[in-house]
């Protein structure tokens, strides 16, 4: 049981550049989440999906394109990166028939020179 | 809109040193309010959620707490493998399967 992965571990991209994030979870959750950690911001949601086939905007989804074509799969997109993009990106799920408390995955270190 | 403060920002303690972290949240209606642990470089952690005013969970040196307006996670008698970035989260009736994040408390305990 691997829980929440995600590839890549780390990237380099250069502006303009594109890019996809996978995450996976073999826990069989309905909900999965993407974010984005800064220094001293905290966690903010980019985008989430509640099943598959659904996804929805978060807090801060300019920039970013998602796909949830199978339940166990949530996909992030970058398709004109920026160094603003600049940042920790984790996945996250939970599962909708508890307090969906969230299980992460371990990270993707994103840098766009 | 739903809103959540951790304080400090930082802490260091002495090996043994008990003592508080603070957060406090603004929700209309709370679903439950979480909190996690995120050692550097790892993806946060699940650790407890409360679900209402008065509830209080424990797991080995940590408890947690909630009022109307905030919950502290209490460690007694740290040690060093409890140094990491505590996070409190809420999830609030308005924000359907989202949950907010604070900012964190970075706690470092010195030997």
């Known amino acids: 049981n691997a829980g929440v992965t995600q590839t890549p571990k780390f990237r380099v991209l250069k502006t303009g550049q594109s890019m996809t994030l996978l995450c996976a979870q073999d826990m069989n959750h309905e909900y999965m989440y993407w974010y984005r950690q800064d220094p001293g911001m905290g966690l903010r949601l980019i985008h989430y999906?509640?099943?598959?086939?659904?996804?929805a905007k978060g807090e801060v989804p300019d920039g970013y394109n998602v796909s949830r074509l199978k339940k166990q799969n949530f996909l992030l997109g970058l398709e004109s990166a920026a160094p603003s993009q600049t940042s920790v990106y984790f996945c996250?799920?939970?599962?909708?028939?508890?307090?969906?408390?969230?299980?992460f995955g371990p990270g993707t270190r994103l840098t766009v020179t | 809109e739903d809103q959540v403060t951790q304080s400090p920002e930082a802490l260091r303690l002495q090996e043994g040193e008990s003592s508080s972290l603070n957060c406090s949240y603004t929700?209309?209606?709370?679903?439950?309010l979480f909190w996690y642990r995120q050692d550097p470089g790892k993806g946060p952690e699940f650790l407890f959620t409360l679900y209402s005013a008065g509830e209080e969970k424990e797991k080995e040196r940590l408890k947690a707490t909630l009022t109307k307006k905030e919950s502290f996670l209490h460690i007694t008698a740290p040690k060093p493998e409890d140094s990491a970035t505590y996070l409190c989260a809420v999830r609030g009736y308005s924000s359907a399967s989202k949950i907010i994040f604070g900012s964190g408390t970075r706690l470092s305990i010195r030997p």
């Open positions: 996250a799920s939970s599962s909708d028939r508890s307090s969906y408390e969230q299980y």
């Open positions: 999906s509640v099943g598959e086939g659904t996804t």
């Open positions: 929700v209309s209606g709370l679903r439950g």
